[in-house]
């Protein structure tokens, strides 16, 4: 996602909903122990702060917050506002924002919170990650009020009382085959494999409305998976970056 096979210097990652922040930790461990890593882990939880020693040394600086997304400025973030000035000076210089584990609302609030420019209006002024990759899972904690893009779903015709019904059915992409009625209740209508799959299309309409979010806010965004689903049944992610500058028009001679 950040165009390399490696990590560069004086990378800021950036971690959503850290927990145990174990994903940084993979990270850092990653890095030669020559290269710089800043390391931002956000939770609203109280995190384990010794989990998190691993994450210090000579070339490594952390800030561990405790605050929810939607509360969160990013930008004005000490040692955010440290890597950026250090960006602006060595533009090679990379942050990745990354989540293992976002449910529902969450991974719409990171995406607002990628999606959210600083500096001054003109948008060559703009700072927003250089890559975003979130695991998506738990679609069916997902509100209608928290959901980043309503507007595509009211233009396919989708209420909130639908919105409430398919983020339900959400959960069929991951338990359907184990369900079993309750006893005396009529059949279902469908299979388990049937209902799996619905459950798949539900997931997957409310995944592209996370990229086309992104997509209309200058993103390039996709979807990939990151293991077979034998390995996990919550195996998609979402990779984004800020899309390259359209190039100028050519002058047509008069």
């Known amino acids: 996602v950040l165009g390399s096979g490696d990590f560069p210097d004086g990378m800021c990652m950036v971690e959503m909903g850290a927990g145990k922040a174990g994903l940084s930790r993979t990270v850092a461990a990653s890095v030669p122990a020559d290269r710089r890593l800043y390391v931002v882990t956000v939770d609203r939880a109280r995190s384990k702060g010794a989990k998190r020693t691993a994450l210090l040394g000579p070339s490594r600086e952390l800030a561990n917050l405790r605050v929810d997304i939607r509360d969160l400025n990013l930008w004005r973030v000490p040692l955010v506002e440290k890597f950026l000035r250090e960006q602006r000076a060595n533009p090679a210089r990379k942050m990745l924002m990354a989540s293992k584990h976002l449910c529902g609302d969450a991974t719409c609030l ?3 919170c990628a999606a959210q420019a600083v500096g001054a209006p003109a948008p060559a002024a703009a700072q927003r990650p250089d890559a975003v990759t979130l695991a998506l899972c738990c679609h069916h ?8 893009n309503r507007e ?14 398919m983020r339900r059915m959400t959960s069929w992409a991951t338990c359907a085959f184990t369900h079993q009625p309750a006893a005396g209740a009529p059949p279902s209508r469908w299979t388990a494999a049937e209902r799996e799959r619905i459950g798949l299309k539900c997931k997957l309409l409310l995944n592209h409305g996370r990229v086309r979010f992104l997509r209309e806010r200058g993103f390039e965004a996709r979807l990939g ?5 034998s390995t996990t049944l919550e195996n998609v992610a979402l990779l984004a970056r800020p899309a390259a500058p359209a190039p100028p028009s050519p002058r047509v001679a008069h």
């Open 225 to 229: 998976a990151f293991a077979p689903r």
């Open 141 to 148: 904690l997902s509100t209608w009020a928290g959901y980043c």
């Open 152 to 165: 595509m779903l009211a233009e396919l015709g989708m209420t909130p009382a639908d919105f409430d019904v």
């Open 110 to 112: 990171a995406l607002r």
